[in-house]
């Protein structure tokens, strides 16, 4: 069955079972993934799944559930167990009516049916490339995955909503290593015409070279440098402090500080539903309302919060496109570039730090800010505007709203950054911070 036919159908059948309001999203994944370790092939797998995602009102009693995979039998059961449950809870105090369309969705094209189809072996020669790549540069040894994704997304909603999207991307991560260095690689499209797996390569390749001749350093303050994989670590964490939802649980570093500067005026930064090349495309959020291009920050100062209809009605002003039901949050961050060249941000500093990968990001304090992260693969010591020698077991103990205003410049360069430690996906260019707190990792 159509995912629209299946949206409209669970939707049909809480409206029978008395739902006043309900928005019924239907995602079909197609995952297709090839990992390789030690230069050989290692794991290959496909996944493929339908997720039915359901909200639903019932005398302003809220109730939300999701079910996998399910057969039109199951979706009735479904259906019937969700609006029962949802009769034995309290009404809240939080509901607002669903926004009511129709509503005006923005097109794109971050779409690529040759990604759908993956056709056999593609994936396998891909790795291949890479690991042959890596050892031509100098690699000793690979490691990563490649996954290829497809996804269609339906969502019918009694503000009458019916629509569809679709998205496909492609993501290599990669890890090299030459003795106990290594060095890390990320390449991320929506289309296999603009993916470049092998550029990610050779900059693993020779991250993992530079980093074997290894040296001292000593705790302290220091300026750094933030590779666009960093960067996007680091500014995810402030898309999720725009949430509306983390301002009003007294989780965000931005509380309280609408129409305030928050950082450099170097800094501008977005959150787009649909962008050029955008990993997370969505034209509608999970209320059916369009998305759109959210300014969070202009030239450092702090223009909005992200909202879906019950933040914005507690605020006095307008949802922006962003919902989660529960929780409005962003889609896809864009930090504007700036002026300069990575080799022109090294001249800049007269000590300090090239970090080129993280892991590891906690928050020791998240309405104030303050957090910490631990730099891996192939960290570089700067001196006299010079790549010096690689270092490790270094941990940047700070303070994200001081980084922010201690941004000094910006790379004309930038990437898109998606992996597993950073969730939303960000274009982000090279960061040169000024006055970072550099501790010891262990010891």
């Given at each position: 069955?159509?995912?629209e036919s299946?949206?409209?159908?669970v939707?049909?059948?809480l409206?029978k079972?008395?739902?006043e309001d309900?928005?019924?999203?239907?995602?079909?994944s197609?995952?297709?993934?090839?990992?390789?370790?030690?230069?050989?092939?290692s794991?290959?797998?496909?996944?493929?799944n339908?997720?039915?995602?359901v909200?639903?009102?019932?005398?302003?009693?809220r109730?939300m559930?999701?079910?996998?995979?399910?057969s039109?039998?199951?979706?009735?059961?479904f259906t019937?167990?969700?609006?029962?449950s949802?009769?034995?809870?309290?009404?809240?105090?939080?509901y607002?009516p669903?926004?009511?369309?129709?509503?005006?969705?923005?097109?794109?094209?971050?779409y690529d049916?040759?990604i759908?189809?993956?056709?056999?072996?593609l994936?396998?020669?891909?790795?291949?490339?890479?690991?042959?790549?890596s050892n031509?540069?100098?690699?000793?040894?690979?490691?990563?995955?490649?996954?290829?994704e497809?996804?269609k997304i339906?969502?019918a909603?009694?503000?009458?909503?019916?629509?569809?999207?679709?998205?496909?991307?492609i993501?290599?991560?990669q890890?090299?290593?030459?003795?106990e260095?290594s060095?890390?690689?990320l390449?991320?499209?929506t289309?296999?015409s603009?993916?470049?797996p092998?550029a990610?390569?050779?900059?693993?390749?020779?991250?993992?070279?530079?980093?074997?001749?290894?040296?001292?350093?000593?705790?302290?303050?220091?300026d750094v440098?933030?590779?666009?994989?960093?960067?996007?670590?680091?500014?995810?964490?402030v898309?999720?402090?725009?949430s509306?939802?983390?301002?009003?649980?007294?989780?965000?570093?931005?509380?309280?500080?609408?129409?305030?500067?928050?950082?450099?005026?170097?800094?501008?930064?977005v959150?787009?539903g649909?962008?050029a090349g955008s990993?997370?495309?969505r034209?509608?959020?999970?209320?059916?309302?369009s998305?759109r291009?959210?300014v969070?920050i202009?030239?450092?100062?702090?223009?909005?919060?992200?909202?879906?209809?019950?933040t914005?009605?507690?605020?006095n002003t307008?949802?922006?496109g962003s919902?989660g039901?529960?929780d409005?949050?962003?889609?896809?961050?864009?930090v504007n570039s700036?002026?300069?060249?990575?080799?022109?941000?090294?001249k800049?500093?007269k000590?300090?730090?090239?970090i080129?990968?993280?892991?590891?990001t906690?928050?020791?304090?998240?309405?104030?800010g303050?957090?910490?992260?631990?730099?891996?693969?192939?960290?570089?010591?700067?001196?006299?505007?010079s790549?010096?020698y690689?270092?490790a077991?270094?941990?940047?103990s700070?303070?994200?709203l001081r980084?922010l205003?201690?941004?000094?410049?910006?790379?004309?360069e930038r990437?898109w950054?998606y992996?597993w430690?950073?969730?939303?996906p960000?274009?982000a260019?090279?960061?040169?911070?000024k006055?970072?707190?550099?501790t010891?990792?262990?010891?």
């Amino acid at each position: 069955m159509a995912l629209e036919s299946i949206a409209t159908e669970v939707l049909g059948e809480l409206t029978k079972l008395g739902a006043e309001d309900a928005s019924v999203i239907v995602t079909q994944s197609f995952e297709r993934m090839v990992r390789f370790s030690n230069n050989a092939l290692s794991v290959t797998k496909s996944i493929k799944n339908v997720i039915v995602s359901v909200y639903a009102t019932l005398g302003k009693r809220r109730i939300m559930g999701s079910t996998f995979n399910p057969s039109q039998t199951a979706l009735k059961a479904f259906t019937s167990r969700l609006i029962e449950s949802c009769k034995a809870l309290e009404p809240s105090p939080e509901y607002v009516p669903l926004p009511k369309g129709p509503f005006t969705y923005p097109t794109h094209t971050n779409y690529d049916p040759k990604i759908e189809l993956c056709e056999e072996g593609l994936l396998e020669d891909y790795a291949k490339q890479i690991i042959d790549r890596s050892n031509q540069i100098g690699g000793e040894r690979t490691a990563g995955a490649i996954t290829a994704e497809a996804g269609k997304i339906s969502i019918a909603t009694t503000g009458g909503v019916v629509q569809s999207d679709r998205f496909t991307r492609i993501l290599l991560n990669q890890r090299v290593f030459v003795g106990e260095a290594s060095g890390h690689g990320l390449a991320c499209s929506t289309h296999l015409s603009t993916f470049d797996p092998l550029a990610a390569a050779e900059e693993a390749a020779e991250s993992a070279k530079k980093a074997v001749n290894r040296g001292p350093w000593l705790e302290g303050v220091y300026d750094v440098i933030l590779s666009p994989t960093v960067s996007a670590d680091i500014i995810q964490h402030v898309g999720d402090a725009a949430s509306a939802f983390a301002v009003e649980s007294g989780i965000s570093f931005l509380s309280g500080k609408l129409n305030e500067e928050v950082a450099c005026e170097l800094l501008t930064l977005v959150d787009h539903g649909v962008a050029a090349g955008s990993i997370n495309t969505r034209i509608f959020d999970d209320e059916g309302v369009s998305t759109r291009d959210n300014v969070i920050i202009d030239k450092g100062v702090l223009k909005t919060y992200l909202h879906n209809s019950s933040t914005a009605k507690r605020f006095n002003t307008s949802t922006t496109g962003s919902a989660g039901i529960i929780d409005p949050h962003p889609w896809n961050l864009e930090v504007n570039s700036g002026g300069y060249n990575l080799d022109e941000l090294i001249k800049e500093v007269k000590e300090g730090f090239l970090i080129t990968n993280n892991w590891y990001t906690r928050f020791q304090n998240l309405r104030a800010g303050d957090f910490s992260t631990l730099p891996r693969d192939a960290t570089f010591y700067l001196k006299d505007g010079s790549v010096r020698y690689s270092v490790a077991g270094l941990r940047v103990s700070d303070n994200i709203l001081r980084q922010l205003k201690n941004i000094s410049a910006l790379t004309k360069e930038r990437r898109w950054i998606y992996w597993w430690e950073v969730r939303i996906p960000t274009l982000a260019p090279y960061l040169l911070i000024k006055q970072t707190q550099i501790t010891k990792a262990i010891g």
